[in-house]
């Protein structure tokens, strides 16, 4: 179930209210000292998360997890389904900017006409997705901003700095040019498999895979073959046949819910497949694991 409003429970803020801008909902600063996990939810706001040390990695729904590394942003649109999955380099420190999805009146110090805001939106919402290299002018900004997002009590002039720091970075962030980081296919073709392991019971599209990986299909459909010496279909059909023994070796599924619970909506197919990759039926596998289990207490 999605949760919205979810922050991480290392997390300190101050709120746009606070530093008097109608275009910013929350600039939030967030140290991971430990490898976590978040339970899944979506904002209200258009998300800017700019890690500045270390490494964090996002998991999407129907998308491919990404890896946030020092040095780089990544914007999530309003409503993306998305949790943190890990701090890979602890400790990690994350910037995010909690954007409103359309500019407030109530904004006593904006530089920002509406237009002007929903120009700067669109910009952003053009990387979505895609960590982005953080332009070197706005590295000791966002710095120096996480700095006085962790002060319990910042001062007035430190909330002023605060204000005209956010202003400047979320502009830079905005009007830079879309220039995503460079992935190595290898790890671009782990990211598939993983994908695939994560949503291998649902009813995958592989075009939709395809898109996510930024590849025309041949291309990709190649360098995944070189990664795993299988097509994504062959890849995936074994993995669903992995899946089912293990499920039948238990004895408590039947055939048919464990060749649905694997992803196989038509039994014949199954069944096919199972024999092809196991070299024998599903009944005389589940037997044949069973027998073994009790030969071996």
């Known amino acids: 179930m999605t949760t919205t409003h979810y922050h991480h429970p290392n997390a300190m803020a ?38 500045l040390k270390g490494a964090i990695s996002y998991e999407f729904d129907h998308r491919p997890s990404v890896t946030l590394t020092t040095g780089c942003f990544l914007v999530i649109p309003t409503g993306a389904d998305h949790r943190i999955t890990s701090g890979l380099e602890s400790p990690s420190l994350r910037m995010g900017f909690f954007l409103r999805p359309t ?13 002007t805001f929903r120009e ?33 009590a910042p001062s007035s002039a430190e909330i002023t700095e605060a204000r005209v720091l956010s202003t400047f970075a979320f502009h830079a962030l905005a009007s830079s040019r879309r220039t995503p980081v460079p992935k190595t296919e290898t790890g671009l073709m782990d990211e598939a ?35 795993t010496g299988l097509s994504p279909l062959d890849w995936l059909n074994r993995h669903r046949i992995r899946m089912a023994q293990k499920l039948l070796a238990t004895g408590d599924t039947t055939i048919a819910e464990a060749a649905h619970q694997v992803g196989f909506a038509e039994l014949p197919f199954f069944f096919r497949l199972f024999r092809r990759h196991a070299g024998c039926s599903p009944a005389a596998y589940r037997r044949q694991s069973i027998a073994s289990s009790v030969a071996s207490r």
């Open 14 to 51: 101050l709120t746009g209210a606070r530093l008097g801008l109608g275009w910013l909902a929350r600039l939030e600063s967030c140290g991971i000292t430990t490898a976590s996990a978040a339970p899944r939810h979506a904002h209200e706001s258009i998300e800017v998360l700019c890690c």
């Open 103 to 115: 500019l407030a009146k109530s904004g006593r110090f904006d530089l920002f006409t509406a237009a």
């Open 120 to 152: 700067l939106c669109a910009n952003l919402l053009k990387k979505r997705f895609t960590p982005q290299s953080i332009p070197n002018e706005v590295r000791g900004v966002l710095a120096r901003l996480a700095d006085i997002i962790q002060v319990v």
């Open 193 to 227: 498999v993983k994908w695939l392991e994560t949503h291998y019971a649902e009813k995958v599209t592989l075009a939709q895979l395809v898109a996510y990986m930024g590849y025309s299909r041949s291309r990709f459909f190649n360098l995944f073959r070189e990664h």
